[in-house]
């Protein structure tokens, strides 16, 4: 940089021009790097008080919840669900004489 600044006032130019050029560029490079995100789950006073660690810092802050739309319409694999009681045919085997059932659950009788 200095060598360029000595270019500058040999052929006198103002060093105006070379400061634009200087601060231009560096906002360049500051968009250009990448920006770090933490991601935290809203919990309250707590969560507000640990973004304000980070605030002077480069690292970014998202905040998630816990109750979204993909959680709330997931299906449960961990009801007790009895096999028999879904749609569509099922087959029961007899351990003693091998015999097969195959059913519908709208045949059982109750």
Known sequence: MDTVKQIVKSNKYEMLILNKIHNKREKQEQGNRKK???????????????????????VRITYTTNNNLGKLLATRTDQNLDKYDGNGVYQLECPTCNKKYIGHPDDRSE
Request: no cysteine; charged share 30%.
């Open 36 to 58: 770090k995100w933490a991601k935290f789950t809203y919990m309250g006073r707590e969560t507000r008080y640990i973004m304000k660690l980070f605030k002077n810092t480069n």
